[in-house]
């Protein structure tokens, strides 16, 4: 009713289903197929329509949970380090390459990671708890992104 959607609370069997089937369907994205140009292209359009109606954009990688890592890493090392490089470097390209782009990589945040089942529904999902951690971290970057739009709609 509130517009906010919030999972159920999980059983603990259920959490691990749900863990585990989440990360049997995404692993191969961690080992990495390169985004698409056309997905590519339509960022890039955005970011720089979002530039001329001085409008700052926040990318972040959210928090994954740390099996999901743990078993990319011991399924292909070398791939999920390629794939992970590949995804920052491309994300930091566009920070380089716009001023109104704000980044930060959050994909092994700690203080979410460390919460397992009490940070996430599944691999990827988080809980409101952990939703508010990465919220908290992104703070600083959102400020800047703030002062920024405000910076350029004064001129």
């Given amino acids: 009713a509130d517009g906010m959607g919030v999972r159920r609370p999980l059983t603990h069997n259920q959490y691990l289903a749900?863990?585990?089937d989440s990360i049997e369907r995404k692993l191969p994205t961690l080992l990495c197929p390169s985004p698409?140009?056309?997905?590519?292209?339509?960022?890039?359009?955005?970011?720089?329509?979002a530039e001329v109606n001085k409008i700052?954009?926040?990318l972040y990688q959210s928090p994954l949970h740390p099996l999901l890592i743990k078993t990319a890493f011991d399924k292909n090392p070398a791939a999920f380090?390629?794939?992970?490089?590949m995804t920052t470097e491309y994300l930091s390209s566009l920070l380089d390459a716009h001023p109104n782009v704000f980044y930060?990589?959050?994909?092994e945040y700690e203080e979410v990671a460390s919460l397992e089942e009490e940070g996430?529904?599944?691999?990827?999902?988080?809980?409101?708890?952990?939703?508010?951690l990465v919220v908290d971290a992104l703070t600083p970057?959102?400020?800047a992104a703030?002062?920024?739009?405000?910076?350029e709609s004064k001129k």
């Fill in 18 to 20: 749900l863990l585990s």
């Fill in 36 to 49: 698409q140009s056309t997905a590519k292209q339509m960022l890039q359009d955005a970011i720089e329509l």
């Fill in 56 to 58: 700052a954009v926040l």
């Fill in 81 to 85: 380090e390629t794939c992970h490089k």
């Fill in 104 to 107: 930060l990589d959050l994909s």
């Fill in 120 to 132: 996430f529904y599944d691999a990827f999902h988080l809980r409101p708890g952990a939703s508010e």
């Fill in 141 to 143: 970057e959102l400020e």
């Fill in 146 to 151: 703030m002062l920024w739009a405000l910076q």
